[in-house]
DNA sequence: CAGTTTGCCTAAAAGAATTAGGCAAATACA
DNA sequence: TGTATTTGCCTAATTCTTTTAGGCAAACTG
């Protein structure tokens, strides 16, 4: 009976590769233990349940993805940050799309807020400090941004972008010099 | 044995309401079963698979979606369609978590082609006529609205936007006001 | 009212989550 | 180094969900 060395940090990190393989929906306690040829038992030392995987692997997603946002930021301001910021997301998204659907997993209010998800928070206001807001403009800025960035990303990955014969990539390029001119000039459109 | 009645039509329907109670990702062919006191396997002459059954969902959420939407758009158009139809997709997130969840399943090509998804986009399309474009800005402008809308709408429904003082409404309204700023303003930005 | 269709059933297998209790390997400690 | 303790992974068992196969009776068809 040899010891394979399961730790809860080894379980969420090969959950969430599994996750980016066969998608964050069909990530599975038993699937999780095949994958390290285990009994499913074992897990639930190192586990609470299979939910309790779920948002570790959301943790470790909404980390990961902090730390790229944070990565991108440094050095930059403006428009220059804001599209650094958006790209992030997106890359991550198509890098990991198991990842990212498990960022978007519903969180209960705790855990939430002893997420990384306040890091990506404050960036947004912090990228919001280059354009001239006041509150309350600034939140609800902060809340059009969240809201696109996610939208598109997700109906990016869904296909739904794929239809037609105009490419993504532009429509991404001209959604940010729509939110920039937007931002830069204020409330007074 | 008093048969029941069952259909795929009223499967489909009580499916949708057993989302909006307890979460689309919560459905269940047991549990559908349940709700009408019959055994399960009974369910397998009128539903394909569990998938089957959530596709089914997807598509009665879209329908009703491009309904109310259609409904809203009549007679309207500028800023006013805008808001009208903007207002349908939050309203009934709101109203139907459930169906509205069911509503973002990721559909196969050939079933997406064949749903109510089409009015919707064209529908958008149909707003945007109001606006000066044309393509590709049109395409790009599709896109960013339907991204704010969705991302938006799955954002506050994620409770996202509760943490601050911030009304949500306002946020909502002050999104409306300068995506409708932006479309006038054309690309000209 | 006989014949066919069909709706809901029982039965059964297989995958997944979860708990309880056991044995052996790793670690601590004398 | 040998013993004691911890702990990692196991077997076993329960429950729930999905899905298929085959049966009987109710509801239509004529």
Redesign the pocket.
Known sequence: ??????TTERLTQAGADLADEVGFEHV????L?RRF??????L???L????DLKTKIALLALEELADRAADALAGRSGKDALTAFANVYRDYAREHPGRYAAARLKLDPETAAASAGVRHAQMTRAILRGYDLTEPDQTHAVRMLGSVFHGYVSLELAGGFSHTAVDSQDSWAWILDSLDALLRNGTTL
Chains 1, 2 share one sequence.
């Open positions: 009976m040899v010891r394979v060395g399961l599975t306690v038993s699937a233990a040829d285990v009994k499913v038992a074992s639930y030392s190192h609470k349940s299979s939910q």
